[in-house]
């Protein structure tokens, strides 16, 4: 039983990867078990994906003066419907529900048993989320693929190359997406109605990510400000290097920003949790 | 005891009874709203939530229309009214009607189902007036405020005949998505596996409040007379802003909801014969 010593203190590292890789691999079962539920969620995304392509389309079409090689905000007709069918099919894979599993537990007093157990709960919530995200790219992701990719004859990336990095680029997104979550849920120790905030936030990610119009298609001064923002990074980021609309230093300095907020806003959680926890006085459950 | 009795027997006549179930409502709403007054903040917070939707949702629409002049030959202050109207319906339908979107779960899964069916009331008018969402208020402000912002821009004259027709066409519109979510919640009588399709019905709700004519023959089609979400925004907002060729179909749109409900309450009492409870 020496490798299971419950006091973090006393743990060997291997111990301690293997203690957090249960709790992906569990949560990864836990969502294999609800399976069925996400066969609607494939017809949804396909949803959005239609018809945000048609709405593109629409636009396209709408510029009479240079029909044929008509481009808008810097995009290709087919690189905009491109852009639409990855940019949702990357959404699939790195959605979670962190902000409010962690605030629903903070609200009902359930975080207490959490905090006496002998884990970090924000690394806990990282390799559960990883889970749920290994999940979603066999059961979800690779689904809503395999529909929209010939549904709208989605072509790859101007380089084989790109596939690589685009899937590190997602990666990045995702873990940005997890800290952000964090920090969302983790508001629930100080403010009482946090519903209005998650539900503020889940509106409002999808447009700064880039998901519903790239920001290619706005004034300069939004896009130097999505660029100083951790959301860009989700989306916007990994499509454009899909795209090859990031090729060279750009793209290396892309995915070294990416990785910057995501290792940025990992503390930034650490740092709250632990003005959090030392401050909470829980509901006795 | 000359306020609510306890039976809706069979000795009362039929305008007796409605009169009472009348009553019934205005008790279930006044009791709703009791437990709501508690929450005030709560109000509050749910209309920032919707100021940031609809704030998103301008943004999107102002970005797409810096690109081009007209969308398919829709104006921007056009879009924006059938955007706006579209809130209106769907406000009615959130506030009134929400709890018919979870029936599958919170009647049937959870056996709530029973408790309704042991009251002498009407049950789909207990299922509907059981609950209501306070955020609908806050899409029909906005959205009246978005639309009226639309038709000063676009310097329409409405007569007094067609506030008359804004009337009826706001209430029919509402009635299309209940008829719609009723029709669904029927079918999980049938389907006691909860089938989940009520999300990416929801989720075209969002493509609806565009123009139709941006989608294909085929997607137009289907919202008109398969799922008929053009009937919520789309054709009853013509009746304003489109040209006289659509506009005449707007006046179809209580026949529509009329029709789509009967049909979603036929299904749901044959699936209320056939129910039998959880027992949990």
């Not at chain 1, 990883?130 to 990336?157: K, N, Q, W, Y």
């Not at chain 2, 709703?32 to 609809?54: C, H, S």
Request: one cysteine or more; charged letters at 10%; proline letters at 5%.
């Amino acid at each position: 039983m020496s490798e299971l010593v419950l006091a973090p203190w006393r743990r060997a590292p291997g111990a301690s990867l293997r203690l957090y890789l249960g709790f992906a691999r569990l949560a990864f079962l836990k969502y294999l078990a609800y399976r069925l539920r996400y066969y609607t969620g494939v017809v949804s995304y396909t949803i959005f994906v239609t018809g945000n392509a048609y709405l593109f389309r629409a636009l396209f079409a709408s510029r009479p003066e240079t029909a044929g090689g008509v481009e808008i905000g810097g995009f290709t007709l087919p690189e905009m419907i491109t852009y639409i069918a990855v940019s949702w099919i990357g959404r699939s894979f790195m959605f979670n529900n962190i902000d409010r599993t962690l605030a629903h537990q903070i609200q009902q007093g359930e975080i207490a048993m959490q905090l006496i157990k002998p884990f970090h709960v924000q690394t806990v919530t990282m390799f559960e989320a990883a889970g749920e995200a290994g999940f979603r790219l066999l059961l979800f992701t690779l689904p809503i693929m395999i529909v929209v990719v010939p549904l709208f004859d989605i072509g790859g990336p101007p380089r084989a190359a790109l596939y690589g990095w685009t899937l590190l680029s997602f990666l990045l997104g995702m873990v940005i997406n997890c800290q952000l979550n964090f920090l969302v849920g983790c508001l629930a120790f100080y403010l009482k109605n946090i519903d209005g905030v998650i539900r503020a936030k889940a509106i409002t990610l999808d447009f700064l990510a880039g998901v519903l119009v790239p920001f290619s298609f706005f004034p300069g001064w939004v896009q130097t400000l999505a660029a100083w923002l951790p959301f860009q990074g989700l989306s916007y980021v990994p499509v454009m290097i899909y795209l090859g609309k990031r090729a060279g230093p750009d793209l290396a300095s892309a995915l070294l920003v990416q990785a910057a907020w995501a290792i940025g806003l990992f503390l930034a959680g650490r740092l709250l949790w632990a003005r959090a926890v030392r401050s909470v006085t829980l509901q006795g459950g | 005891m000359n306020g609510i009795q306890l039976a809706a027997g069979p000795q009362r006549t039929r305008w007796q009874r409605a009169g009472w179930q009348l009553q019934i409502i205005v008790a279930y709403f006044a009791q709703f709203l009791k437990t709501r007054l508690v929450y005030r903040v709560d109000f509050l917070v749910d209309l920032a939530a919707n100021l940031v939707a609809v704030g998103v949702q301008l943004a999107t629409l102002t970005v797409l229309f810096d690109k081009v002049t007209a969308l398919k030959g829709w104006s921007f202050e056009q879009v924006l009214f059938i955007y706006g109207f579209s809130l209106l319906p769907l406000g009615l339908f959130n506030l009134i009607s929400i709890n018919i979107y979870s029936f599958a779960e919170h009647y049937i899964a959870d056996g709530n189902l029973d408790r309704v069916l042991l009251r002498p009331v009407n049950p789909l008018a207990q299922v509907l007036f059981e609950s209501f969402n306070v955020s609908g208020l806050n899409e029909i402000m906005l959205g009246a405020g978005i639309m009226g912002y639309a038709a000063v821009a676009l310097e329409l004259r409405p007569g007094p005949w067609d506030i008359a027709v804004f009337a009826v066409l706001v209430p029919s519109a509402a009635l299309v998505y209940t008829a719609v979510f009723l029709g669904l919640a029927a079918v999980s009588f049938w389907f006691e596996d909860r089938l989940g399709l009520a999300p990416p019905i929801y989720n075209v709700i969002r493509f609806a409040r565009y123009p139709l004519t941006i989608y294909g023959r085929g997607v137009q089609a289907f919202l008109t007379f398969v799922l008929p979400f053009a009937w919520v925004a789309y054709l009853p907002a013509t009746w304003f802003v489109g040209g006289p060729d659509v506009r005449r179909w707007a006046m179809c749109t209580p026949l529509v909801g009329v029709l789509v409900m009967a049909l979603a309450y036929t299904v749901w009492r044959a699936g209320l014969r056939r129910y039998t409870s959880t027992g949990s």
